[in-house]
């Protein structure tokens, strides 16, 4: 497409968007009196108007029907997760058995490597990327550890290349098989939350089993903003969480999948609890446990059903509009967002300062390297309005979220972008 960087360009661009009326399903922050420039929705997205309602539903229903609300509430509290799954499976690319919502990220990953992660003599390595999300690698290291293992031995980082940004899959690949029979586990961040690399989760997947190793992601960057199709790939394990760009509000729940092979299995080890067990004998409190047949076996305690009724009423937003629209209209915003800073980088000529550090394989995210000015460009643009995040050292991530995001808002960061350099410079 031929952008433009008008305000009338990116006027005509939203009156095209299909899409545009969902902006007004979310409450958006104001700074200094005016609305402002959310590009945060990979950290804490937005609010969405009807989350509310469903918590007040539970609210209701507790204070009427109190310990009766487990089972006669209109939306019952005993199987209310259950509901998560059919919309939530759709996100993911999975079957429905596959997908659960338990307890929040980092905690389901550590309950995923009990099953998926079981070291052998010969067999203990696990791979991941090189500066992973921290609480990944305190949770891969203590994994090791716990098992009885060296973290410097077992865990295999996958580099950049010198100079670059970005990761090759050949490179990965290419790893996957140097450590061959060794390798226990291959766990990768299926979108860098960094520099917003979408990983070739397919290829990397079918190296990884190839090599005799389980393979999971960390999804928390992916779900919600690029195209997944986990059962199609044969993951065999992935969780996520859901308030970056799932919207379902702070430290909320995380999704969890489980391919199907592994439903059903008595010789899959895992940690159980009352949740995991048969709907049909949960109440009779039998000794012996008897799995769910589905992603549930891998729940434990009671749904936290207040923290799953925002992520419900998001995930009938999701259940509304199709993924395929929502990444259709990602691409174009993001394409235009880059276009727009390009332009911006041309017009200032030698006062140009940064660099767009995100390889084309990505979601919405784009991460902006800054030669110059550093943290007080982004003091300047929170100041004007703009909301974004900084990372050390040198780096603003920038992430437009189809859902509320507009074309306009892109045409008016860069001005205040411009505007800023100039007066920083
Ligand atoms: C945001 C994020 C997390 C957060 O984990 P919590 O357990 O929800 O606090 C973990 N991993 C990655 C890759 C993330 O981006």
């Given at each position: ?6 305000r009338?360009?990116a006027q005509?661009l939203d009156a095209?968007d299909?899409l545009a009326a969902y902006k007004d399903e979310f409450i958006f922050p104001v700074l200094n009196g005016r609305k402002a420039i959310y590009f945060t929705g990979n950290s804490l997205g937005l609010q969405p108007k009807r989350a509310q309602s469903y918590i007040n ?167 919600g ?17 859901s308030y970056k760009y799932m919207n379902s509000g702070p430290g909320n ?57 925002p992520?419900?009423a998001s995930?009938?937003l ?11 209209k990602s691409?174009?915003l993001t394409?235009y967002l880059?276009?727009i ?23 919405c995210q784009l991460?902006v ?6 943290k007080d460009l982004f003091d300047y643009l929170m100041k004007n309005g703009v909301i974004t995040d900084w ?5 603003i991530r920038l992430a437009p979220t189809p859902f509320y995001n507009s074309f306009e808002e892109m045409y008016e960061f860069g001005q205040i972008l411009k505007r800023g350099?100039?007066h920083l410079?």
């Amino acid at each position: 497409m031929n952008f433009k960087n008008t305000r009338e360009f990116a006027q005509q661009l939203d009156a095209e968007d299909q899409l545009a009326a969902y902006k007004d399903e979310f409450i958006f922050p104001v700074l200094n009196g005016r609305k402002a420039i959310y590009f945060t929705g990979n950290s804490l997205g937005l609010q969405p108007k009807r989350a509310q309602s469903y918590i007040n539903e539970i609210m209701n229903d507790w204070g009427a029907l109190a310990v009766e609300g487990h089972f006669k509430a209109e939306k019952a509290w005993w199987d209310y997760h259950e509901r998560l799954a059919a919309p939530l499976a759709k996100v993911v690319g999975a079957k429905i058995e596959e997908v659960t919502v338990m307890n929040t990220l980092t905690v389901n990953l550590h309950l995923l490597m009990v099953s998926f992660y079981r070291p052998t003599k010969n067999r203990f390595k696990i791979i991941c990327e090189e500066k992973a999300f921290p609480s990944d690698q305190y949770m891969l290291a203590s994994q090791v550890k716990f098992h009885g293992f060296d973290p410097s031995e077992a865990i295999v980082e996958v580099k950049k290349r010198e100079g670059e940004h970005a990761w090759h899959t050949e490179d990965i690949i290419k790893k996957i098989e140097e450590v061959g029979d060794e390798l226990a586990l291959v766990l990768i961040g299926g979108v860098n939350y960094y520099n917003g690399q979408v990983f070739d989760i397919e290829a990397i997947t079918k190296a990884g089993k190839k090599a005799g190793a389980f393979v999971g992601w960390d999804l928390a960057h992916a779900a919600g903003n690029v195209k997944l199709e986990l059962n199609k790939w044969n993951v065999d394990f992935a969780a996520w969480c859901s308030y970056k760009y799932m919207n379902s509000g702070p430290g909320n729940a995380s999704g969890v999948y489980v391919n199907e092979q592994y439903l059903n299995r008595k010789d899959i080890p895992r940690f159980e609890g009352w949740w995991g067990n048969e709907k049909e004998t949960r109440f009779l409190m039998e000794p012996e446990f008897k799995p769910m047949p589905n992603a549930e076996a891998w729940q434990i305690s009671n749904a936290p059903v207040m923290a799953m009724a925002p992520y419900l009423a998001s995930l009938s937003l999701f259940d509304e509009i199709k993924m395929d629209d929502l990444i259709e209209k990602s691409k174009v915003l993001t394409a235009y967002l880059e276009f727009i800073l390009n332009a911006i980088d041309d017009e200032l000529g030698a006062a140009n300062t940064f660099e767009i550090i995100t390889p084309q394989d990505r979601g919405c995210q784009l991460s902006v390297f800054l030669h110059g000015q550093g943290k007080d460009l982004f003091d300047y643009l929170m100041k004007n309005g703009v909301i974004t995040d900084w990372r050390e050292p040198n780096v603003i991530r920038l992430a437009p979220t189809p859902f509320y995001n507009s074309f306009e808002e892109m045409y008016e960061f860069g001005q205040i972008l411009k505007r800023g350099i100039l007066h920083l410079h």
